[in-house]
């Protein structure tokens, strides 16, 4: 059984920076893909980074340039940096893995407020 478990979530205040950690039960480099996810109330789940075994990137158009997603195979790890938060950016992140399954962490609550 695979086990994601997130933490570094918490209250910030608006420009503010979070670093996202996601700590994998078994190799990294088991996961073809390893992403963020972020559902706010009322919105549903969406995607906001993603990377490959060959580090390859994805990201949402509402975090390009602000969120950067990377991942340390030697520390079974992906991490999300955010910088520039904003308000709109309040929510709970997800940390997903995907090989020939797929595996979400239990959430971390990323706030941002003044």
């Known amino acids: 059984q695979v086990q994601l478990v997130e933490s570094g979530g918490g209250l910030v205040q608006p420009g503010g920076s979070l670093r996202l950690s996601c700590a994998a039960s078994r190799s990294t480099y088991s996961f073809n893909t390893m992403a963020w996810y972020r559902q706010a109330p009322g919105k549903q789940r969406e995607l906001v980074a993603a990377?490959?075994?060959?580090?390859?990137?994805n990201y949402a158009d509402s975090v390009k340039g602000r969120f950067t997603i990377s991942r340390d195979n030697a520390k079974n790890t992906v991490y999300l940096q955010l910088n520039s938060l904003k308000p709109e950016d309040t929510a709970v992140y997800y940390c997903?893995?995907?090989?020939?399954?797929?595996?979400w962490g239990q959430g971390t609550q990323v706030t941002v407020s003044s």
């Open positions: 997903y893995a995907r090989n020939y399954a797929s595996y």
């Open positions: 990377i490959t075994t060959g580090a390859v990137t």
